[in-house]
């Protein structure tokens, strides 16, 4: 009976954090096909997505021992492999805005029950940074970035001029981007390109 049938994420989890080879083959068997094939939906090349694979696992096994920190391996692994080709991705092409293309028109065709997972956690880091903002900062991030108004539309709705909405709009968009490149290891245009549509 394989490892497959008796082991739960969780106990592989464990088993892997003890350094167990048999617990990181079998994590490799249940994982690398559907890694490989999220993958391929960003960069569409076989050979480049077996590599940017092959890599995450490389990582996952050289870290293992902080793995004890982690909810979901699945989750993680996803994660993980997201960042990853975002970031080979990047230094590749050098470009916040090629990059978000190809975010974009992967956004187009994702996988809800992959994506579901993802969007959960970017949700919440961004979520979580915006309410480290002061109140009005945030409340105008929110009027601007996610509805869309122009700075004139809020000015006036909040009876303040063009120019604070804009003061608060520099202010926010430097520290959050300086939290997204620190935590994420991604630009917050990226992050932005793909979850304040």
Known sequence: MSLQQTLSDLDLQAKLIAGEESAFAELYDR?????????KKFVHSTDLS???CQEIFIKIWQGKSKLSEVRSIKAYLFIMARNHTL???KRAMRSDVAIAEVLNSFV???????????????????EKALDALPARTRE???????????????????????NAVKNHMVGSMKILSASAKRDLGISLSVLLTVFLK
């Open 31 to 39: 994982y690398s096909g559907p890694i490989y094939h999220y993958i």
């Open 50 to 52: 077996e590599d940017l």
């Open 108 to 126: 187009e065709e994702r996988n809800e029950t992959e994506e579901g997972l993802l969007s959960k956690e970017y949700h919440e880091y961004l």
């Open 87 to 89: 970031n080979s991705l």
């Open 140 to 162: 105008i991030f929110r009027l601007c970035r996610q509805q869309g108004k122009s700075y004139e539309e809020v000015a006036t709705a909040l009876g303040i001029s063009r």
